[in-house]
Antibody
Framework: EVQLVESGGGLVQPGRSMKLSCAASGFTFSNYGMAWVRQAPTKGLEWVATISYDGSSTYYRDSVKGRFTISRDNAKSTLYLQMNSLRSEDTATYYC??????????????WGQGASVTVSS | EIVLTQSPTTMAASPGEKVTLNCLASSSVSYMNWYQQKSGASPKLWIYGTSNLASGVPNRFSGSGSGTSYSLTISSMEAEDVATYYCLQLSSYPNTFGAGTKLELK
């Protein structure tokens, strides 16, 4: 069974840093791209960042570019999101998702339970 | 950035009623994915590649569309279909979601 388990969320002051982790199991982690998607309280889903299966390519939404870093450790089957210079608008539940291409079609199929990040003084 | 506009924002359907949810893209995309999210839960992949049902999705659901116009249809509404449905384009970066359609039971 595919499982994605996020950790590392909590309350953080504006301007500070936080690192999220996502432990993957039930599949060969190194074969898949991965992504982070967030959802602010009572709001919709918002794509944050994507990393290729080997970590050689990364993509970010403009609002987090230069502040967030997505990375992975294939030996540990773990995905990370380093978040620096946090702002109140980064307050959200952050989901880890598995991303792959199926016959030319991109898919985000498996999702974690989410990690809650609250940026407040 | 490709903006996805979903309509309606909210709708209520009676059991057995046919339901159509729409997703309009600001530029042409190759395909569309749809997600179902129930209150307090993580999103679930529902339809991928415009018309392919994810594993476990009832066959009363279907997806269609091309270019800038896509839709998700429920042939006969059931109580368990109450949820918010989001469309997602992965054709280009930044990947973008629609704002969602909240489907309620009448």
């Amino acid at each position: 069974e595919v499982q994605l388990v996020e950790s590392g969320g909590g309350l953080v002051q504006p301007g500070r840093s936080m690192k999220l982790s996502c432990a993957a199991s039930g599949f060969t982690f190194s074969n898949y791209g991965m992504a982070w998607v967030r959802q602010a309280p009572t709001k919709g889903l918002e794509w944050v960042a994507t990393i290729s299966y080997d970590g050689s390519s990364t993509y970010y939404r403009d609002s987090v570019k230069g502040r967030f870093t997505i990375s992975r450790d294939n030996a540990k089957s773990t995905l990370y999101l380093q978040m620096n210079s946090l702002r109140s608008e980064d307050t959200a539940t952050y989901y880890c998702t598995r991303r792959y291409v199926y016959y030319g079609l991109g898919v985000m199929d498996a999702w974690g339970q989410g990690a809650s990040v609250t940026v407040s003084s | 950035e490709i903006v996805l506009t979903q309509s309606p924002t909210t709708m209520a359907a009676s059991p057995g009623e046919k339901v159509t949810l729409n997703c309009l893209a600001s530029s042409s995309v190759s395909y569309m994915n749809w997600y179902q999210q129930k209150s307090g839960a993580s999103p679930k992949l529902w339809i991928y590649g415009t018309s392919n049902l994810a594993s476990g999705v009832p066959n009363r659901f279907s997806g269609s569309g091309s270019g800038t116009s896509y839709s998700l249809t429920i042939s006969s509404m059931e109580a368990e279909d109450v949820a918010t449905y989001y469309c997602l384009q992965l054709s280009s970066y930044p990947n973008t979601f629609g704002a969602g359609t909240k489907l309620e039971l009448k």
